[in-house]
Nanobody, 126 residues
Framework: QVQLVESGGGSVQPGGSLKLSCKVSGGNILWYWHMSWYRQNPGTKRELVATATHTNTTYADHVKGRFTITRDSAQGTLFLEMKDLKPEDTAVYYC????????????????????WGRGTQVTVSS
């Protein structure tokens, strides 16, 4: 069974840095067309932070220039390096990936399989 396992969260002061990791377990990171980091606070909608395909990266406007997403195929790991952290970056951060799923005969195509990790807490506070 393929699992995405996040780590690296913690508590930092404003202006500090953290590096999150998302390890692909039971599968191969190359299976994923794209992988993303999302974040969520209680009572709010989960929001997209950054996405990495095999060739490109994109970022939400509020993290551009501060966050960097990378994929390391050799380690089978997705990273999110976060700098100049602000209190509003406080959230649970989730790793997500999309890959080819099961064959669906009615449409003669493969379904999309979306995998999520369980999340890692990031707290930015003085």
């Amino acid at each position: 069974q393929v699992q995405l396992v996040e780590s690296g969260g913690g508590s930092v002061q404003p202006g500090g840095s953290l590096k999150l990791s998302c390890k692909v377990s039971g599968g191969n990171i190359l299976w994923y067309w794209h992988m993303s980091w999302y974040r969520q606070n209680p009572g709010t909608k989960r929001e997209l932070v950054a996405t990495a395909t095999h060739t490109n990266t994109t970022y939400a406007d509020h993290v551009k220039g501060r966050f960097t997403i990378t994929r390391d195929s050799a380690q089978g790991t997705l990273f999110l390096e976060m700098k100049d952290l602000k209190p509003e970056d406080t959230a649970v951060y989730y790793c997500q990936g999309q890959r080819q799923g099961q064959w669906w005969a009615p449409s003669k195509s493969y379904l999309v399989q979306t995998d999520w990790g369980r999340g890692t807490q990031v707290t930015v506070s003085s």
